[in-house]
């Protein structure tokens, strides 16, 4: 199994990054983690409760949870998990430390992306992914989504008739 890890505004859009990843990983299961890149802050009260993050996932809206429930039961055996999480620091050594704590194989951007920030110390993630020595994948999510590209194998029907 693969974790993939996709930077995101969590706009619902980018979840059709997801129709992509499953065909492009078949037949192998895959993880996904959506995250959101913050710089730490100077603040000593920011850093104490930085492991109270609660109100950072106060960006993502409950259509972005209900769609990932839908992508979940659309995918239920390519897909073992769809979680989100951040990530806090601006130094490639940190990045990496978070990628080895989530076991992730690459990262996972949709073609022409464009960084949309969720607040002042949100950074682009792709300062710091095109160095840290993972695979960055940049898929085409208009390609696949909504739906899988199968041909059509339907049968054309000819009659003969037997004259006797």
Do not use: W
Request: net charge negative.
């Amino acid at each position: 199994m693969k974790t993939v890890l996709v930077p995101t505004d969590f706009n619902v859009e980018s979840l059709k990054i997801i129709d992509s990843l499953v065909i492009t990983h078949k037949p192998e299961e895959i993880g996904i983690v959506f995250i959101h890149a913050f710089k730490l802050s100077d603040s000593i009260t920011d850093m104490l409760m930085l492991s109270r993050r609660s109100r950072d996932y106060e960006n993502v809206s409950d259509e972005f949870y209900t769609q990932l429930e839908l992508y979940k039961q659309k995918y239920p055996n390519h897909i073992k998990f769809i979680g989100i999480d951040y990530f806090y620091g601006s130094s490639v050594a940190a990045f990496k430390n978070f990628i080895e704590a989530k076991d992730a194989s690459c990262i996972a951007y949709p073609k022409d992306y464009n960084f949309t920030p969720l607040h002042k110390n949100s950074i682009d993630p792709s300062t710091i992914t095109k160095r840290c020595g993972c695979d960055v994948l940049e898929l085409d999510i208009t390609q696949f989504a909504g739906e899988e590209k199968l041909f059509e194998t339907k049968m054309s029907e000819k009659r003969s008739s037997i004259s006797a």
